[in-house]
């Protein structure tokens, strides 16, 4: 009922910039917090940032200062401008959505991950 489409990854250099996107569709009532999760070591997917349907954010301390999340509402996408790179922060990066959808007589809060989008930060 819900899919992610993440767009925006690639390779850059150490201090270089990139912007993930993450476009959400489907027959869903209304998308709720939108998160960017890198998938980090163990396959143990960590937080990167989160941001709320009204655009309250939360980050990472690794992040702090250099990744901005926002959303645009109207186009059900949500994006993460990664500035000052390093190469720590090469992974994976998945977006996550929370969305209430139908489900036959009552409404029901389900998680959707998108793909993932690479990212690699030479140094």
């Known amino acids: 009922q819900v899919q992610l489409v993440e767009s925006g990854g690639g390779k850059v250099q150490a201090g270089g910039s990139l912007r993930l996107s993450c476009v959400a569709s489907?027959?869903?009532?209304?998308?709720?917090?939108m998160g960017w999760y890198r998938q980090g070591p163990g396959n143990q997917r960590a937080l990167v940032a989160v941001?709320?349907?009204?655009?309250?954010?939360t980050y990472a301390d690794s992040v702090k200062g250099r990744f901005t999340i926002s959303r645009d509402n109207a186009k059900n996408t949500m994006y993460l401008q990664m500035n000052g790179l390093k190469p720590e922060d090469t992974d994976v990066y998945f977006c996550?959505?929370?969305?209430?959808?139908?489900?036959?007589?009552?409404?029901?809060?389900?998680?959707?991950w998108g793909q993932g989008t690479q990212v690699t930060v030479s140094s």
């Open positions: 941001i709320t349907s009204t655009g309250s954010t």
């Open positions: 489907g027959t869903f009532i209304n998308i709720n917090d």
């Open positions: 996550n959505v929370v969305a209430t959808i139908r489900q036959f007589l009552h409404t029901s809060d389900r998680n959707y």
